[in-house]
């Protein structure tokens, strides 16, 4: 295929994943509310919750307590991990017999590049849709999936019809896209750069390409490359197959800065629930190195500290804050925790361990 031409990616992206293979398991929950996360009681958070639950406001990563008050029907089940294992093992088995070139974002999302497929007459739709069916057949859930020449509009293409959707973006159809998209589904914009955006009247795509790349780089460093770049649908990553994850991290950004002295050993809870699960399906296998945490406060100054540690405990994250907060006066913004991994091999041709 010739160096210019378009590249043909998908974005596969199981529906509400846990919940999904719980209702799958149990067909009487089918129609109900259902999230898979820890109890109230234990100040846990979601993992993931089913359609009928989001209905009801519930989201993954909030207090399973809040969830509860929110929607009291909710039937909350605990993590099974060595059953989503089982069931992530056979879809991207299904994903590497299409194409070698997969990404595994975790147990439940993948790119995949099948430019040089030669399955279903080389049609990047008509593989989306087999692997789709075959998800369904095999394990019994479905898959949204996103097509488009990068990886960026392919992921964005993979939200686009859920549940259960496929949505095509060709190359000829990039310009008008993008043209109306919301700077907020940009990859990386939050809910800071968001509204920073905003203030400056920026609300589109349509928007963003008015501005010059100078300006944008100006006012978001070198974040503004990636906003100059997104907004006109340019991406140029490559699928990764052998991408090696050098941390693994969680965190939350208030809607309002909170005190510094604010009692944060039930946000830290809450952060280590989510982070030890992201360990278990995206990186069980790694040796973690040491844990760390980050504050951002409210003039948007960053702090880190980190312990070195094989087994990120809460115990650790809450000294880590404690020795930060104490000589502190302003405000939080965002609280953030992870680890970071060895690196166990310096060769430049080393495998990804697999995330199954």
Not at 7 to 12: A, D, G, L, P, Q
Not at 191 to 212: A, F, G, Y
Not at 299 to 317: C, G, M, Q, V, W
Request: one cysteine or more; proline letters at 5%.
């Amino acid at each position: 295929m010739p160096d210019n031409a378009p590249r043909k990616i998908i974005h596969v992206d199981m529906d509400c994943f846990y919940a999904a293979i719980e209702v799958r398991d149990n067909p009487t929950l089918t129609g109900k509310p259902v999230a898979v996360g820890g109890s109230a009681e234990e100040r846990s958070v979601l993992c993931t919750c089913n359609y009928p639950a989001r209905k009801f406001g519930v989201r993954s990563a909030m207090a399973t307590s809040h969830a509860l008050r929110l929607c009291p029907d909710l039937i909350v089940l605990p993590v099974n991990m060595k059953k989503y294992r089982e069931a992530a093992t056979i879809i991207h088995d299904i994903f590497r017999e299409f194409t070698p070139l997969v990404e595994p974002l975790s147990l439940d999302e993948a790119y995949l590049e099948v430019t040089d497929s030669k399955h279903c007459q080389g049609s990047a739709t008509l593989i989306a849709k087999e692997i789709k069916a075959r998800i369904r057949e095999s394990v019994g859930i479905t898959a949204s999936a996103g097509v488009a020449p990068n990886k960026f509009l392919a992921k964005i293409a993979s939200g686009w019809n859920k549940p259960n959707g496929l949505f095509v973006i060709c190359p000829q159809d990039v310009t008008h896209f993008v043209k109306d998209l919301k700077v907020e589904a940009l990859h990386g914009v939050g809910k800071v750069t968001t509204e920073k955006l905003h203030r400056l009247n920026l609300k589109t795509c349509s928007d963003l390409q008015k501005i010059p790349l100078s300006e944008l780089t100006e006012q978001f460093g070198k974040r503004g490359l990636q906003l100059y770049q997104q907004s006109r649908g340019i991406d140029n990553s490559p699928v990764e197959p052998n991408r090696i994850r050098k941390s693994l991290s969680v965190e939350r950004t208030f809607s309002e800065d909170i005190p510094i002295d604010s009692d944060c050993d039930i946000i830290l809870n809450h952060l280590h629930q989510m982070l030890m699960t992201r360990i278990k399906e995206h990186a069980a296998d790694r040796k973690i190195k040491n844990q760390y945490i980050k504050i951002k406060f409210n003039d948007f100054k960053l702090t880190t500290l980190e312990r070195t540690s094989h087994a990120p405990t809460i115990e650790e994250y809450i000294k880590l804050f404690q020795e930060i907060s104490q000589h502190e006066l302003r405000a939080i913004r965002l609280i953030g925790i992870g680890v970071h991994f060895i690196n166990e091999d310096k060769s430049p041709m080393r495998i990804q361990q697999s995330l199954l």
